[in-house]
């Protein structure tokens, strides 16, 4: 099994339905984060997350939400769907223990999530 | 708005070639790092070099780090067609706890066989 796993991997929705991507991680890792994707964008920080309880809005939050239920599962999710939220979605998780450590940070990408808003 | 700028944009070579790839950035840095991502899939991570590094090797990958210029080059030597994907600078920030990772818009790598 992945050490990252997103689900849908793939997602045609109509605009103003609600959609909910779910990522969960088998690494151990605290901090978790979501990527947005777009062609000629290169990758914008949507979340991250220390841990469990201690969330932040990346660049580019309003029209998302997040939830992390436990340390292995963070979920995106968007409330109402607009046509410019098409994108490729993707989840990471970090090495970097909690919110104080400022070391390498590397990340583990998951396979992504495809959104299609119509 | 983006951290690191990738140049060029779009890279065609032919196998056996060297590739090398470069990426500017803005503010000071703890450390920077090179991704690969082949066609629609996650990115892997390369390597990552440090603020108080100049040169790192991985294999067939050699990354540069010039912190005066703010900027880093990556070179795959001897290239093959399975090098053929987009790769990604990605930094954090010394001026941030968080070590959140900005990335750049890529380079897009093609070797032809």
């Known amino acids: 099994d992945a050490d990252v796993t997103q689900t849908p991997r793939n997602r045609i929705t109509k605009t103003g339905k609600r959609i909910m991507l779910e990522c969960s991680q088998t690494?151990?890792?605290?901090?978790m984060y979501w990527y947005r994707q777009d062609p000629g964008l290169g990758l914008r920080l949507i979340y991250y997350?220390?841990?469990?309880?201690?969330?932040n809005k990346g660049e580019i939050s309003d029209g998302y939400s997040v939830s992390r239920q436990a340390q292995a599962k963070f979920s995106l999710s968007l409330e109402s769907a607009i046509p410019n939220q098409t994108a490729l979605y993707f989840c990471?998780?970090?090495?970097?223990?909690?919110?104080?450590?400022?070391?390498?940070?590397?990340?583990?990408f998951g396979a992504g999530s495809r959104l299609t808003v119509l | 708005s983006q951290q690191g700028e990738e140049d060029p944009q779009a890279l065609s070579i032919q196998e056996g070639e060297n590739a090398t790839m470069n990426c500017s950035y803005k503010?000071?840095?703890?450390?920077l790092q090179w991704y690969r991502q082949n066609s629609g899939r996650g990115l892997v991570h390369l390597i990552l070099?440090?603020?108080?590094?100049r040169e790192k090797h991985s294999g067939r990958l050699r990354v540069t780090l010039d912190t005066s210029k703010k900027s880093s080059s990556l070179l795959i030597t001897a290239s093959r067609a399975a090098d053929t994907a987009s790769y990604f600078c990605?930094?954090?920030?010394?001026?941030?706890?968080?070590?959140?990772?900005?990335f750049g818009q890529g380079t897009t790598l093609q070797v032809k066989p």
């Open positions: 990471a998780t970090s090495d970097a223990r909690g919110r104080g450590d400022s070391g390498a940070n590397v990340l583990t």
């Open positions: 690494k151990g890792h605290d901090r």
């Open positions: 997350s220390f841990d469990v309880k201690d969330i």
């Open positions: 503010t000071s840095i703890n450390n």
């Open positions: 070099i440090r603020s108080n590094e």
């Open positions: 990605a930094t954090a920030s010394s001026s941030s706890n968080t070590g959140k990772l900005i």
